[in-house]
């Protein structure tokens, strides 16, 4: 028993060295990671923590808002079309045995296009032929002997009246044979080919369809309110989708006296330069100028895109930039109008290259 307890104490006494020992350890690394994080926070100068420095004023340009007179403009939406445009047809029945064109190919007036086979029209005109050439024999026949009196008048009569029937007829047969070649009758481009080398052609079938590109009209609806004030004549600005940025001068063709009744609204056709790049179909507008207004305009370069919201950086009354939401018109140059968000006296930033400068204290550079 005695030798049980010497070793129960032995033992117990053991155990309490090591829990000092490890006690003592937890103490000296709880002071180091105290150290440490006293040295990253104190500052290495005269052990001051570093405290944020707030950012310097931003010096920019600006522009004080100000309403000014500006025209008053009608925007009209449309599409551009040819002012001549050929929709060819077949005249007669027969198998398509030349085509010589295909969709966006180039040709000009008086091109062979298409062929058509037709037998029966054939042996019409080469009859034809046949009763002329006769009739010319039999008038030339008669002609001789009543020079020589040696026919009457009933008989040259007849002779002049057969040969006058068959040059007709042969007018109409040779009319009949030329539906069978179809030429372009417009300079112009294929835009449609609705035939097949090979295929049957039916009379009235369309074949082909031809567009002058070099003559092009932008047709654009206006509201009727606004259709007093555009005249034919009048040289209108267009700009077209496809080309952004490019403003293009057109000029009233016609104004098409006969609204819409659903829509209340007229047709408008603008005649365009020849352009290169401008094919039918083509979206754009047409930008009528129908007066004068007043109205608030800045430099495009304000203008700033957050999150698809366009809007500009307005120097606050304590100096600070704040994002304000705009609602834009019609550029004008290097300008944009601005319908709302804007009054008289707002201070813009005029640069819309800063990044997000929200918050940001402001100095207006002295021009």
Known sequence: MTDIKTIKEKVAGKVNALDRKTLS?????????????????????NGYADVPKAEAPLTVSAITVE?????????????????????????????????????????????????????????????????YNNARLQYNRIKSLYDEKASTQMEMDQATLGLETAQAGLKAAKAMESYTTIT????????????????????????????DNKN???????????????????????????????????RVAQVVPASDVRTHSFLVKVDIPADKGLITGMYGKAYFETGKREGIVIPKTAVVDISGLSGV????????????MVQLGEERGGSVEVLT???????????????????????????
Do not use: C, W
């Not at 350890?25 to 100068?45: E, F, P, R």
């Not at 654009?220 to 940025?245: C, F, H, N, Y």
């Open 341 to 367: 968000g804007l009054k008289a006296g707002d201070k813009v930033v005029a640069d819309n290259k800063l990044g997000r400068i929200e918050g940001r204290k402001i100095v207006v550079a002295q021009k």
């Open 184 to 211: 372009a009758p417009i300079n112009g481009q294929i835009m449609e080919k609705r035939i097949n080398l090979g295929e049957m052609a039916l009379p009235g079938q369309p074949i082909l369809k031809i567009e």
């Open 216 to 250: 092009l009209r932008l047709e654009v609806t206006v509201q009727e309110q606004d259709i007093l004030s555009i005249q034919p004549g009048k040289a209108v600005r267009v700009q077209i989708d496809a080309m952004p940025g490019k403003d293009i001068t057109g």
């Open 67 to 131: 309403p000014r007179v500006i025209d008053s403009v009608v925007t009209a939406a449309g599409a551009l079309s040819s002012k001549n445009t050929s929709v060819l047809s077949s005249k007669v029945m027969g198998k398509v045995i030349y085509l010589g064109v295909r969709e966006g190919d180039h040709v000009t007036a008086g091109k062979l296009l298409v062929k058509i086979e037709s037998g029966e029209i054939s042996a019409q005109a080469y009859q034809a032929q046949a009763a």
């Open 313 to 324: 950086y307005v120097v606050s009354l304590d100096g600070n930039a704040v994002f304000q």
């Open 25 to 45: 350890l937890i103490s000296i690394a709880a002071t180091v990671a105290v150290l440490g994080a006293g040295y990253m926070i104190l500052g290495k100068n």
